[in-house]
């Protein structure tokens, strides 16, 4: 019973800052990888960005500067820390696990809203 749990959303202004949690039980947390997506309303769900076992990193172009992906394998727990935040990054952002035998789990979401 792998359970994914996002934290941390909630209403910001523009050019402010928030950082999401993501804590993962029920499994292995080191051989995970790990990616924060999100899904505005009319919109398909991208990729934001993605960490790996060995902490290697990628982002969409959208973000790269102004958001940081992390983990912490001691407490089961994968960061997203967003900085100089804009309307358009306004989403229900949701955390991913992805086993290397090609299992997903995914969290519930976190609701960020970016408005003055």
């Known amino acids: 019973q792998v359970q994914v749990v996002e934290s941390g959303g909630g209403l910001v202004q523009p050019g402010g800052s928030l950082r999401l949690s993501c804590v993962v039980s029920?499994?292995?947390?080191?051989?995970?990888?790990m990616g924060w997506y999100r899904q505005a309303p009319g919109k398909q769900r991208e990729l934001v960005a993605v960490?790996?076992?060995?902490?290697?990193?990628n982002y969409v172009d959208s973000v790269k500067g102004r958001f940081t992906i992390s983990r912490d394998n001691a407490k089961n727990t994968v960061y997203l820390q967003m900085n100089s935040l804009k309307p358009e990054d306004t989403s229900v952002y949701y955390c991913?696990?992805?086993?290397?035998?090609?299992?997903?789990?995914w969290g519930k979401g976190t609701l960020v809203t970016v408005s003055s």
């Open positions: 991913n696990a992805r086993h290397p035998r090609g299992m997903e789990y």
């Open positions: 960490i790996t076992s060995v902490r290697n990193t």
């Open positions: 029920g499994t292995i947390f080191s051989i995970l990888t």
